[in-house]
């Protein structure tokens, strides 16, 4: 079973709509990383939590760390195309005190139709 | 500044021919990454590098797989008797330190083993 679950695995959303994201373990999440993918090109950074509660935005994009750590959430207001990709969360799932190995989530494609 | 690069961005291959996949961190950056991202798997850890440290090479899938990182800068990843299995995008990531620090990934390599 995947450490990590992402949901919906694909959504689609008409522009301006609102639309978030879940990413779910069942181990505490030591760090928790959002990025978005498009085809062909790398993984780009969106945010990092770390702190239960947490929440940070970035121009339309919300993300928040639950209180237990386990849960992690992306949220966009008012959708636009150039949000269209796959986003994936990528976390620590076992403290080691050094790096960070991430385990990902299985993504979640978001299309914006006009 | 520059990001992480890779190459080549894509390279197809004869089973069994021996592959070596390069990366180019972020200069100043300490810790390198390599990842597998498959349609089977999602994004999979395969070995990381913190300076003078012995590699963790806890995710590489098979010992036809092995990295070095020489200069604490440049990584090449190869991989032996390349299989139909191993073909993948290979993402490679740095970040600045090790521990909780934002991985910043390159744009991958598309390995296609016919």
């Known amino acids: 079973s995947q450490e990590l679950e992402q949901s919906p695995q694909s959504l689609i959303v008409q522009e301006g709509k609102n639309l978030t994201i879940n990413c779910t373990s069942s181990k505490t999440l030591y760090g928790l990383y959002w990025y978005k993918q498009k085809y062909g090109e790398g993984l780009i950074f969106l945010m990092m939590?770390?702190?239960?509660?947490e929440e940070k935005s970035h121009e339309k994009i919300t993300a928040k760390l639950d209180e237990k750590k386990q849960q992690s959430s992306l949220h966009i207001t008012a959708s636009q195309p150039s949000h269209a990709g796959i986003y994936l969360c990528?976390?620590?799932?076992?403290?080691?005190?050094?790096?960070?190995?991430?385990?990902f989530g299985t993504g979640t494609r978001l299309q914006v139709t006009l | 500044g520059a990001g992480v690069s890779q190459s080549p961005s894509n390279k197809v291959t004869e089973k069994g021919k021996d592959v070596e996949l390069r990366c180019d961190p972020i200069?100043?950056?300490?810790?390198l990454y390599w990842y597998r991202q498959s349609l089977g798997q999602g994004l999979e850890f395969l070995i990381y590098f913190q300076g003078n440290s012995a590699p963790d090479k806890s995710g590489l899938p098979s010992d036809r797989f092995s990295a070095e990182r020489t200069g604490g800068s440049v990584s090449t990843l190869t991989i032996q008797r390349t299989q139909q299995e191993d073909s993948a995008v290979y993402l490679c990531?740095?970040?600045?330190?090790?521990?909780?620090?934002?991985?910043?990934f390159g744009p991958g390599t598309r390995l296609t083993v016919l």
């Open positions: 990531a740095s970040s600045l330190l090790s521990g909780a620090d934002t991985q910043y």
């Open positions: 990528g976390a620590d799932i076992v403290y080691t005190g050094t790096a960070s190995k991430l385990t």
């Open positions: 200069s100043g950056h300490t810790a």
């Open positions: 939590l770390q702190k239960g509660g």
